[in-house]
């Protein structure tokens, strides 16, 4: 039995990271039996990072690291797919878990409303009369971090710009079936859904969770993979 080092559910997604997400979406593909384990804080974690697998009294960090894990146990996340299309797939899965990550992570930390929501569920574990000043300290860190990439130093205008063009370039490929291959979901899926869902989802609204939920393709992309690789209650409740 694999077991999922996850952080726990929010804001109807079974997980707060959607890279969490993506591996909840892989086990599922792949078939093995898993079961979570839900972590508020990934002290002691390998890089410090959540997802974690826990298989054989060994840990395994990364969803792109478990992905290689399962197709060494004869997982195929591509199937179907041509060179080309599993090379398209893989710019995929960059474009949403490098850029539309960024601009989820500024959505949820840099804006003040969002930031509000986001704190207080993401750290309901932290006393209320100490959450303040110990998720301050953090979310400095987290905005350092943003400008230090650059993504925090652009105009909100600028920032909205990069994603229309992620969001156009998502949407052009489902132009033949429910997913960006077709008719069955693979590995680009299970990183680019959790990535619209929660921005679609996101506690209060903003100009880039309105550029997801006003667009009816998305959307309706974001509900299938929701239903063909998100986890079901039965898996949940391992």
Known sequence: MITLLTFPASFGA??????????????????????????????????????VIRHDDALLPDSGNLQRFLEARGADFH??????????????????????GLGLVCERWLNDACWEKVRDVFFADVPEAQRGAVTDEIRAQVRQGLTGHGIARMSEADRLALYDEDLSAIEAMLWEGPFLFGDAPTAADASVVPFLDMLSTLPV??????????????????????????????????
């Open 79 to 100: 199937p179907g797919l041509s060179t080309v299309q599993k090379a398209q797939a893989r710019a995929f899965q960059r474009l949403a878990e490098e850029n539309l």
């Open 205 to 238: 609204e903003t100009a880039l969770g309105a550029k997801v939920t006003g667009n009816a393709r998305l959307m309706a992309y974001v509900a299938a993979g929701r239903g063909a690789m998100y986890p079901t209650k039965v898996a949940l409740a391992a």
């Open 14 to 51: 079974p997980s707060h990271s959607p890279y969490c997400v993506k591996a909840m979406c892989l086990l599922q593909m792949s078939g093995e039996a898993w079961s979570p384990e839900y972590l508020a804080r990934p002290a002691g974690m390998p890089y410090g990072k959540l997802p």
